[in-house]
């Protein structure tokens, strides 16, 4: 029986334009771009060359399950809502901080290179751990004032603005 070739399956070929900005930046942490490096001219191939290779080293989903993280840690910290268990993670996750700060600003300004597709515009923010607002309820009690100047107020739950709608919106 003759012996049968089996080609390794290779992932599928991941297009710039089909990332969104801060997975641009978790695939330029995960390359081999120098931290140090400064930009080259207006556009610079490089910089498009090490996020291929960042999602190659990654894959699609990691990528994407890093950048939503990413985003939600962001989210929360411009808040000052981070708790000390989120903030060990995203330190175990990005533990150079100046590089993963060359690799957002290097990935934003790629955005002007490559646009990204719409298709690819729906990132939602991701807390890694429970939501330090409303304890992963999914919720939260409000007495929200509907008149001043008579009292009248209504109160009941409603969905908690940071965890739920993508992460604050």
Same mark, same amino acid.
Request: charged share 25%; glycine share 8%; hydrophobic share 40%.
């Given at each position: 029986m003759p012996a049968t070739l089996v080609a390794p399956h290779l992932p599928p070929t991941v297009l710039v334009e089909e990332l969104e900005a801060m997975e641009r930046a978790v695939a330029l942490y995960a390359s081999d771009m120098p931290t140090r490096y400064r930009l080259r001219g207006p556009e610079d191939t490089a910089v498009i060359g090490w996020i291929t290779q960042g999602v190659a080293r990654l894959g699609r989903e990691e990528i994407r399950q890093r950048a939503s993280r990413l985003l939600g840690h962001r989210k929360l910290w411009l808040r000052d809502m981070t708790t000390?268990?989120?903030?060990r993670r995203h330190k175990e996750r990005f533990p150079s901080k100046r590089r993963l700060n060359i690799a957002e600003s290097? =990935?934003?300004t790629t955005v002007m290179w490559v646009g990204i597709v719409p298709a =690819?515009?729906?990132l939602l923010a991701e807390i890694?751990?429970?939501c330090p607002r409303c304890d992963d309820a999914g919720k939260l009690w409000v007495n929200q004032v509907i008149d001043d100047a008579s009292?009248?107020?209504e109160e009941g739950y409603v969905p908690c603005w940071v965890c739920q709608n993508g992460g604050a919106e």
């Amino acid at each position: 029986m003759p012996a049968t070739l089996v080609a390794p399956h290779l992932p599928p070929t991941v297009l710039v334009e089909e990332l969104e900005a801060m997975e641009r930046a978790v695939a330029l942490y995960a390359s081999d771009m120098p931290t140090r490096y400064r930009l080259r001219g207006p556009e610079d191939t490089a910089v498009i060359g090490w996020i291929t290779q960042g999602v190659a080293r990654l894959g699609r989903e990691e990528i994407r399950q890093r950048a939503s993280r990413l985003l939600g840690h962001r989210k929360l910290w411009l808040r000052d809502m981070t708790t000390p268990e989120i903030d060990r993670r995203h330190k175990e996750r990005f533990p150079s901080k100046r590089r993963l700060n060359i690799a957002e600003s290097m =990935a934003s300004t790629t955005v002007m290179w490559v646009g990204i597709v719409p298709a =690819a515009r729906n990132l939602l923010a991701e807390i890694d751990g429970p939501c330090p607002r409303c304890d992963d309820a999914g919720k939260l009690w409000v007495n929200q004032v509907i008149d001043d100047a008579s009292g009248w107020y209504e109160e009941g739950y409603v969905p908690c603005w940071v965890c739920q709608n993508g992460g604050a919106e």
